[in-house]
């Protein structure tokens, strides 16, 4: 899809904020040009991910533009065990997760989370996606997933900025300090805080914990997107490879459970997805 002689004021404006990251794009830790950024709000939490993607702009809008695609993306995060899409408020699309506390804990243990769904398209050089929800479980509200996508002069490249963010009320803060300072005093982010003596020290906390959810969702768009030109009857099982391997690659961050058991959750998800009513 060509760029416009004049970019739209969106598309400039997510352009200006590539132009001002390539230099840290460039230079990422991450092992590929991508950055992860967090940050406490009034109330919540947000983590971002900013990605230079090897793929076509095109075929970005081809894909993050179908709501039908939508589960099948978020269905690769691993705590994510089922996921349809359903009638919002309104009569406009949303998807309905059924998300479990741990990747270990059975489907049955999952709350519902319905995130409504708005794609604008619209425009031949900027792509935006917004899922929300005002409402979410365990004292957690105002969920918020955006990403936006533009096309770059380098044929064949998009930069893509992933938004993950969330409320949360003192109980639903307290359980998450709670479980940060037993189960998950281990647990680290990917912003770096300093230098220690085995190298670099990570972020902790509550952005660290937003930080990790924020790279698990943002690789589940790049998997999708990795997969497209795969042949169909292939595509969800290179998904479910494509994130792993990913998430492999910040075991002190992303690993909690070796690629066999996350497979074999993947195909189970699948298939209960194929024999719903």
Same mark, same amino acid.
Not at 48 to 53: D, R
Not at 95 to 107: F, G, I, K, P, T
Not at 130 to 140: A, F, M, V, Y
């Given at each position: 899809? *060509?760029? =416009?002689? $004049?970019?739209?004021p969106?598309?400039e404006?997510?352009l200006a904020r ?5 230099? *840290?794009?460039?230079?990422?830790p ?8 967090s940050?406490e ?13 090897d ?10 533009s ?12 691993v ?8 009638e ?6 949303a ?13 049955e243990?999952a709350?519902?989370? $319905?995130?409504a769904?708005?794609?604008d398209?619209?425009a ?5 996606v ?13 969920h918020?997933v =955006?990403?936006?996508a ?13 938004s993950?963010?969330?409320?949360h ?8 300090q ?7 005093r281990h ?7 300093g ?5 670099p ?8 914990l ?6 698990r969702?943002f690789l589940?768009v790049d998997?999708?997107l ?12 290179r998904?479910a490879?494509?994130?792993?391997a990913?998430?492999?690659?910040y075991?002190? =961050?992303?690993?909690?459970f ?10 189970s998800?699948r298939?209960?997805? =194929?024999?719903a009513?």
């Open positions: 899809m *060509p760029l =416009q002689a $004049q970019p739209g969106r598309a404006g997510l590539y132009a001002a990251m390539q230099a *840290p794009l460039a230079a990422s991450m092992g590929r040009p991508l950055l992860v950024q940050e709000l009034d109330g919540g939490l947000q983590g971002e991910v900013f990605a230079l993607i793929q076509p702009f095109a075929q970005v809008v081809q894909a993050l179908k709501p039908g695609n939508w589960c099948d993306m978020l269905l690769l995060h705590n994510n065990r089922r996921c349809r899409l359903v919002g408020e309104g009569g406009g699309k998807v309905e997760l059924a998300v479990v506390r741990r990747y270990d804990m059975a489907v243990s709350f519902i989370l $319905q995130m769904l708005r794609i398209a619209s031949p050089d900027y792509l935006l917004e899922l929300g929800s005002e409402n979410g479980p365990l004292g957690t509200s105002q918020r =955006q990403v936006e533009v096309p770059l002069p380098s044929a064949g490249k998009t930069f893509l900025h992933f993950y963010s969330y409320q009320n003192t109980l639903a803060r307290l359980a998450s709670a479980y940060l300072a037993t189960f998950g647990k680290v982010g990917f912003t770096e805080t230098q220690g003596a085995n190298g020290e990570y972020i902790r906390g509550l952005r660290g937003v930080e990790r959810n924020a790279v969702y589940t998997a999708f990795d997969a497209m030109d795969a042949p169909p009857a292939q595509r969800a099982e998904r490879a494509y994130w792993y990913a998430s492999e690659r075991p002190r =961050q992303l690993m909690e070796d690629r066999a058991t996350y497979m074999a959750l993947k195909r998800d298939a209960r997805a =194929q024999a009513p």
